[in-house]
């Protein structure tokens, strides 16, 4: 099966929309030493979960990715988003078994979604219902 390993998000200010999501979610941005504008985006500790990214240049105007960032608690990220100049464009969500949900908004005009998951289940969950 195909997993996604890598994402980049384009924009009209690559420079302004790292800054905006290092500011709202605490992602290192360093240069990626490319001859263009690449920022690169370390999400979150490598140890399996996640993945990192980079922000580069915005060459088509039609050019879009929608990315689901994980947060631990749904209004604190919100309200992250808006103090670092962002929009929640949406309003909280449940999605049955998975959690909460909405769509925001960045600084370049990008849609991402933030998810504050239910907790997984412990050791044991279902043991009473199986008897």
């Known amino acids: 099966m195909a997993r996604v390993v890598h994402f980049e998000i384009t924009a009209d200010n690559p420079r302004r929309a790292a800054e905006f999501y290092s500011k709202a979610f605490g992602w290192k941005i360093e240069d990626g030493g490319a001859p263009f504008t690449y920022l690169l985006a370390e999400t979150g500790p490598n ?3 996640g993945i990192n ?3 580069m240049d915005r060459n088509d105007t039609k050019q879009a990715v929608i990315n689901t960032i994980s947060v631990d608690k749904w ?3 919100a309200q992250a988003v808006r ?4 929009e929640v464009t949406m309003e909280k969500t449940e999605v049955p078994g998975i959690g909460w949900f909405a769509y925001c908004r960045d600084t370049e005009g990008n849609f991402f979604g933030i998810l504050e998951s239910l907790p997984m289940p412990g050791p044991g969950a279902g043991e009473a219902e199986r008897g």
């Open 53 to 55: 990214g980079a922000f």
């Open 75 to 77: 209004e604190d990220a």
């Open 83 to 86: 103090d670092a100049g962002g």
């Open 47 to 49: 140890d399996g979960m």
